[in-house]
């Protein structure tokens, strides 16, 4: 089910953060880059969370936009 068209993009995220992170961590040794990918991993575990959640995804973007709305 990683790979439904509704998922598929969260999963590619997450995979392709989770081998970034140990990329950095293990080879390049760089703290800051590494920990970037983290954030970015688990942003992308959570919003593929969401999508086994009805109408989660749209109530969580709606909020974010909502939020983050800057007009003035």
Known sequence: ????????????IYV????????????I?????TLIAIIVEI???????LSYIPFARKIVSD???RVFD???
Do not use: P, Q, S
């Open 16 to 27: 392709g953060c989770v081998l970034l992170a140990l990329i950095c961590a293990l080879l």
């Open 43 to 49: 942003c992308a575990l959570t919003w593929y969370g």
């Open 1 to 12: 089910m990683m790979f439904d068209r509704v998922r598929v993009l969260a999963t590619a």
């Open 63 to 65: 909020m974010f936009v």
């Open 29 to 33: 040794h760089n703290k800051i880059l």
């Open 70 to 72: 800057t007009e003035i």
